[in-house]
């Protein structure tokens, strides 16, 4: 850093990702409810969770900063510290950004920057009737640690109750996951869950032109959203299919690379992966519980 902008020499035989997410005080996130170690990670996670999904290997972030004037400075330092952290275990190096003041809210954004080879591109695209729907991890947890938040409810301090919270604060992302799946090659899609399970599925149903079946049974629940849904007269499955900001990954996979495809999760780190549904000819996203079918809804409406 240091010029008035980056230059990245292109890889040879690779096409270029670039996306770009943008944190909002008060809409993504709440100072009181976050440390600006948390914020920080969380924009530079939520940003390469869109690069995994699309099997690219990152090769340099930007981060641009609006502050408000009373920012103190070592919330900006925390902020740094945060998202730095995060960089340096993805090994993505920040290359350049900027500053400038905010009259209102602070807010982040990220661009990101990926490289991958174009047979091995994974995008929404792809899904045929037949293909099986797999999703990683357990869903719910940052739903449920939103809905404890608001609640106030920070003496809920069981390790379920905190993971939740946590899951909201400081996400993960699926990338070495996304990448491995697509150097592969066994994935006719793939997508993140920022925006909830039931968006994601519809997405790519709509752009590979068939439809979905998820079966409520099969979805993995997070024992600690499962455990506050119980206590709360709230349904689990909807923490699940419809909360957001899991940021886990979805994949479309043929039967026959069925076997491939596991393979590739547990070269991944053997992270939990979950068969949970069926691509189908009819365009119809259904949700199947205790025999009855109804539409697959729910995701975050930004507007």
């Not at 919330?75 to 340096?88: E, H, I, K, P, V």
């Not at 039931?198 to 068939?210: K, L, N």
């Not at 596991?262 to 070269?267: D, G, M, Y």
Request: glycine content about 10%; aromatic content about 4%; overall charge negative.
């Amino acid at each position: 850093m240091g010029d008035d902008a980056a230059v990245l020499v292109p890889e040879r035989g690779c096409h270029d990702v670039v996306t770009t997410d943008a944190l909002v005080e008060d809409v993504h996130f709440r100072r009181a409810w976050s440390t600006p170690q948390d914020i920080g990670h969380k924009a530079l996670a939520v940003t390469v969770s869109d690069l995994a999904a699309m099997g690219a290997t990152p090769r340099g972030v930007l981060l641009s900063l609006a502050l408000p004037a009373h920012l103190p400075l070592a919330d900006f330092d925390g902020l740094a510290d945060g998202f730095l952290a995060l960089a340096s275990t993805m090994r993505v190096p920040l290359v350049g950004g900027n500053i400038t003041r905010s009259p209102g809210p602070l807010m982040l954004d990220v661009t990101a920057i990926g490289s991958v080879r174009p047979r091995r591109l994974l995008t929404r695209a792809g899904a045929r009737p037949g293909d099986r729907i797999f999703v990683t991890g357990a869903l719910g947890a940052a739903a449920a640690g939103l809905a404890m938040l608001q609640a106030n409810a920070q003496s809920a301090d069981d390790d379920g109750a905190s993971a939740c919270r946590l899951a909201y604060q400081r996400p993960t992302a699926q990338l070495r996951t996304g990448i491995i799946v697509a150097n592969n090659s066994v994935a006719t899609t793939c997508m993140d869950l920022s925006d909830g399970l039931a968006d994601a599925v519809r997405h790519i149903a709509e752009a590979s032109g068939c439809g979905a079946d998820i079966d409520a049974a099969s979805v993995p629940v997070h024992a600690g959203a499962r455990a506050w849904a119980a206590a709360h007269g709230a349904d689990p499955i909807t923490f699940a299919v419809a909360g957001g900001e899991d940021y886990e990954l979805v994949f479309t996979v043929p039967p026959r690379r069925r076997r491939r495809f596991l393979t590739a999760i547990h070269q991944s780190g053997n992270v939990p992966v979950t068969d949970i549904g069926v691509c189908t000819k009819a365009p119809e996203v259904v949700l199947v519980r205790d025999g009855q079918r109804a539409p697959l809804q729910g995701g975050f409406t930004h507007f």
